[in-house]
């Protein structure tokens, strides 16, 4: 049973900053892509941010250069460093994982999500 909880959401100002943390728990081999996508009311959620194991990152063009992401694979854990924020940035945060559980001939490679954190940007 795997699973992935996130943390650090909240209610911030405009220009405000916000520091996401997604651990993962459970029988994990190994942790090939984690990454965080929004949802906004109304909106397909949509990609943040993308990591891989060997630490290529991925960022919305609508992100980059104010947002972060970083994984520390000893914790396999997942953060999301959002600064400068705007009220076009809320939405529910979600983070996923891309696992691999079990050995041998029962190896299995999983999409695996978290309940998501309201991220709220408001003066």
């Known amino acids: 049973q795997v699973q992935l909880v996130e943390s650090g959401g909240g209610l911030v100002q405009p220009g405000g900053s916000l520091r996401l943390s997604c651990t993962t728990s459970?029988?994990?081999?190994?942790?090939?892509?984690m990454g965080w996508y929004r949802q906004a009311p109304g909106k397909q959620r949509e990609l943040v941010a993308a990591?891989?194991?060997?630490?290529?990152?991925t960022y919305a063009d609508s992100v980059k250069g104010r947002f972060t992401i970083s994984r520390d694979n000893g914790k396999n854990t997942v953060y999301l460093q959002m600064n400068s924020l705007k009220p076009e940035d809320t939405a529910v945060y979600y983070c996923n994982a891309r696992i691999i559980t079990g050995q041998g001939l029962g190896r299995r490679l999983g999409d695996y999500w978290g309940q998501g954190t309201q991220v709220t940007v408001s003066s």
């Open positions: 459970g029988s994990i081999s190994s942790i090939n892509y």
């Open positions: 990591i891989t194991s060997g630490g290529t990152t």
